[in-house]
């Protein structure tokens, strides 16, 4: 499959969704957990199947992806940061 910004893949990509899942995931362990999906996932995201937990792995997971491939190296600095990248893609999605 290949990689989306639909990081919570409920069909949509949007700023205080995934938006905001992929700039908690870029600022570390502050947002671990349920934390990164808290009030951000999509109601309709397949994640949530099993459970809240697992949904929260599966996005981080995605998220890291982006990380690790360089699509969410958006200015092609080579690193990908919260208030750089990640405000970025936010901004953007807004």
């Given at each position: 499959?290949r ?9 949509q ?6 938006g ?26 397949a ?48």
């Amino acid at each position: 499959m290949r990689w989306s910004l639909d990081v919570d893949r409920d069909g949509q990509v949007t700023a205080l969704g995934d938006g905001l899942m992929v700039i908690r995931h870029l600022f570390g362990g502050a947002f671990a957990g349920e934390a990164l999906i808290n009030k951000a996932i999509g109601e309709g995201s397949a994640y949530l199947v099993d459970g809240r937990v697992a949904a929260a792995e599966s996005v981080a997971a995605q998220i890291q992806a982006g990380v690790d491939s360089g699509y969410l190296d958006v200015d092609l600095d080579g690193e990908v940061t919260a208030l750089g990248d990640g405000l970025m893609v936010i901004r953007h999605l807004f």
